[in-house]
């Protein structure tokens, strides 16, 4: 169990994370994603311990660990950590490694432990090897295995596969999460990889400027981001300008649609509305059409980028097998499951700059 | 991975091969005295000095060991992990006593600590104390060589520990805590384990340079390997048995040698891609953080500031009458002998290291390699190890030009600079080749296959590409072996011509007569110049900040 309640972390008069709550219970997996600078890893050290909170706290299942002027050093917190480098020991075997939190535990059960976890990742023949002797990947794994080896209340991952190949990301990032739901372990991930994100988590948060912008799962994030950023950060796709009917009806150029997701507006508002690829179909009967001004193939689908007759710029996905050239005019239509729309001025200026 | 050694004429190999075979021979010939073993001469040896040689030798090397063990890990972890008043400048100026050669040391602290020097008389001055009255420890003695070299050799290990614990990442220390560690027991679990390959080498070093060392063991009249040589050849006139002597002392360096290039691999593998972020260090304030500067004083103190200032002393007391022609002609000698064994030495480097990239075979590797293994045998071994062959060389020369041409040649090669030139080539071969080859590693393949695609021609990429990229390393070669020349004494004193001095022999004669004060202005001049790589290593280190 991990929650943070109203969390801020400063360096000097800096403030660097600002106003974060959020909650997992045991076994539940979070991510926080974010450009660059946002503050997703100061984040997470002022939860393993290395960094003191400004203001709110941090509470495990013992207690409160930090808060202002309350410092519960890293040893005594029971949490593990994979880091970006992996910061595995270089003088000491892979069982070795895993064993190194473990001198708790006699010389039989700290074995045991070992096998157990080397079973778990897949290595099971790798016990004796020094680090040096392993592949990334390998040691990505010897990574995780020793820091969940003492059996932590919470596994903190930073960045943990930025310094892996493409390929191996994903299917490693499965196999981590399996692991970890194996092990019911909670876990907290920072990585600016969204689709890292999707793979991992049950929950994830979106952060900027040291703010959680939207803590909630996967679907969610995707389909009702709370605001623009979040719409623009995750997923593909554009605002498309439309004009309030009434407090219910859009019109767009793709002709009017009913919206319940932004209460309060008026008849006669500027609003966007966020339309993702998968949102747009292709509809060769569709009296709305629209010119093909790129085409990027992605095996299964087609994603094509249009130019709709009123000059806006859609993406639309379409099945492979629907090839036109780039210049042809083809037919969609919109099939939105649920309206996402943003009030054009209002909401920009009190998005944080 | 060797490539297949292919059969057909190839220049690069005779050019590695015909002067690694030269560089080779000395070391040979010594290795080869053991096949005429001079019995009566080893008997004699054995009933009197030679346990005695054994015994203090390993006693030095094993004393040096743990002096500088001690004073350079213990100053390298504190510059390393603690923030306190002069810090930055510290960090650098512990590498200071690396200027002074041994002998030089020596000689200073004898000149401040006998009966006659300062320390003494302020003593009985202030206590009121005469000759007999008390007791003061005997500097010139098994004991006070240990101090003396440890102080000198100290910064091999404190410079390879400085950076064996600046390059831990800092995630490192903080995956210990996060498996429960407390900072006390990561020192002792991980950091220090880790930079113990670092550490290890530079004792082995130190070490080396120990049971090298001649003038410091022979001004203080300890009985080690080293004068065991000296006298053996040219008191018991016994050049085979002493050419044996230096081959027992060199199987004691071979032991360090290995243990050194062992230490050396771990290395490598202890600080593989863990560059991120280092440890800040933590700042001291008020009481402690004195106490560490002081502490990190002790050894810069006495290692250098100390004998500097001695010598700086007696060489404004005597430079009146010092600073004559003849010290001209002396700092004109060693500065051309200097410069003359670096071009070689460099050159030779410069070949060998390009061999080395252009063939990947062992018969290139294994030459080289061996080429490179002087720097670990003593100056005095090699001297002797050059002596035999061109004396030998010289007679057979001298004999048949008298028979064909009625004219006596005379000690073509021994009674000359080649044989210096010979010895120091083989003694710091491995100092220019390990800077050049550092050099050429920075220059990449790929980019001799860029210039080439950019249309140069492979002169033009030697040119425009490596040239300006190895002047650097080219330089600093040039340099740290003309400054080690310029302090080489056992060899010179060996090999140099008959009235040929050099500012070591000088200096070194000098204080042997107790002229210690006459001796100050051409051991400054040493130590000076000896500045110069000190300079360079602390801009090296600057960048492991």
Redesign the interface.
Known sequence: MLVLEQLAVAYGPHTVVKDISLSLSKGQIGCLVGPSGCGKTTLLRAI???EPVAQGQISLSQGVVSAPGLLC?????R???V???F?????LTVAQNIG??L?HLSRNASQQRIRELLQLVGLPDLARR???QLSGGQQQRIALA??IA?K?EVL?LDEPFSSLDAELRESLARDIRQILKHEQMTAIMVTHDQFEAFTMADLIGVMEHGRMQQWATPYELYHKPVNRFVADFIGRGVLLAGQMLDAQQVKTSFGVFRQSYQPGLQQGDQVDVLIRPDDIVHDDDSGVTAKVLEKSFRGSHILYSLELKSGDQVYCLALSHHNHAVGEMIGIRLDLDHMVVYPRLAVASQEPA | MLAKVSLRFDPWRWLVLLPAIVLAIPVLVILLSLLQPQWDVWSHLRQTVLWLYISNSLLLAFGVGVGALFLGTGSAWLVSQYEFPGRRLLEWMLLLPLAIPAYIIAYTYTGLLDFAGPVQTHLRDLFGWRYGDYWFPEIRSLGGAILMLSLVLYPYVYMLARNGFREQAASLQEASRTLGLTTRQHFWQVALPLARPAILTGTALAMMEAFADYGTVQYFGVDTFTTGIFRTWFGLNNSLAAAQLAAMLTSFVLFLLVLEQWSRRKIRYYHQGQKDSRTPRKLLTGGRGWVVLLLCLLPLLFGFVVPATQLTLWALATWQQTMDERFLQLVWNSFSLAALAALLAVLLAVIFAYARRLRRDWLVLVPVRLAALGYAIPGTVIAIGVMLPLAFLDRHIDLLAEQWFGIRTGLLFSGTLFALLLAYSVRFLAVSLHSVEAGLQRIRPNMDQAARSLGCSPRQVLWRVHVPLLRGSVLTALLLVFVDVLKELPATLILRPFNFNTLAVRTFELASDERLADASLSALAIVLVGLLPVIILARSMERVQ
């Open positions: 393993a311990g290395f050093p890293p040893e005594q917190r949490l593990g950590m880091f970006q480098d910061a595995l020991f270089p003088h190194f939190g001198r020094y680090i040096h020793r820091a003492p932590p903190l």
